[in-house]
């Protein structure tokens, strides 16, 4: 069946990269996104990529898809105190006869100063 | 454009209570969501909607849950009866596509005491 994996946790120092990573299963997967959820708050979708492209840059985040490892990783540059949150890494998946947004279980990123 | 609307956006009640979160979606947007968040399984898709349609209720954990869409621009999740294992953050997501760019709400916290 369909699984999204994350590790739970990363810690960086401020102006330093991240890299959060994932794996996942569905290789029919036709879309990979990245949300953010800072406490309290729902999900803000960071960005997405399309399983053709094996890269997206936006501004300081990076999008990298290795679909023959079934990888997907998100760097952010020069890391800010404001990027802590807990990052999802989610997928798309046929399930039956729908498509379903399946989600990790989220990446803590910790930001110290 | 005011984004994904939930209330309440905190919820305590007692076992046995009826509950109803209610969610309005971005204008425009064909795809509702419900999905529940908590510690043990992480963020679960309960069911989701196209054009005041639901498509698959597959998530929703017991008889106990409904889902209605009585428009394009109002849905409610409601409990009845309400119990401690339902305490968790519902989210309510809406698309212009199938999965592709989901806005997520604030959420409303359910605590059932």
């Known amino acids: 069946g369909e699984d999204v994996e994350q590790s739970l946790f990363l810690s960086v120092r401020e102006g330093d990269s991240s890299v959060i990573n994932c794996t996942y299963t569905d290789s029919s997967s036709t879309y990979l996104y990245w949300y953010k959820q800072e406490p309290g708050a729902g999900l803000q979708l960071l960005t997405y990529?399309?399983?053709?492209?094996d890269m997206k840059q936006d501004q300081r985040l990076t999008v990298l898809l290795n679909k023959k490892d079934k990888h997907l990783s998100l760097r952010i540059a020069d890391t800010q105190t404001g990027d802590s949150a807990i990052y999802f890494c989610?997928?798309?998946?046929?399930?039956?006869?729908?498509?379903?947004?399946?989600f990790g279980s989220g990446t803590r990123l910790l930001v110290r100063p | 454009d005011a984004g994904v609307i939930q209330s309440p956006r905190h919820e305590v009640t007692e076992m046995g209570q009826e509950v109803t979160l209610r969610c309005k979606p971005i204008?425009?947007?064909?795809?509702l969501f419900w999905y529940r968040q908590t510690m043990m399984r992480g963020l679960e898709l309960l069911i989701y909607f196209n054009n005041n349609v639901p498509i698959d209720d597959s998530g929703m954990p017991e008889d106990r849950f409904s889902a209605k869409m009585p428009n394009a621009s109002f849905s409610t999740l409601k409990i009845q009866p309400s119990e401690p294992r339902d305490s968790a953050v519902y989210f309510c997501a809406s698309s212009l596509q199938t999965g592709i760019e989901q806005y997520f709400g604030p959420g409303t916290r359910l605590t059932v005491t």
């Open positions: 204008s425009g947007h064909d795809y």
């Open positions: 989610a997928e798309i998946a046929r399930v039956d006869s729908s498509y379903k947004l399946i």
């Open positions: 990529i399309f399983s053709n492209m």
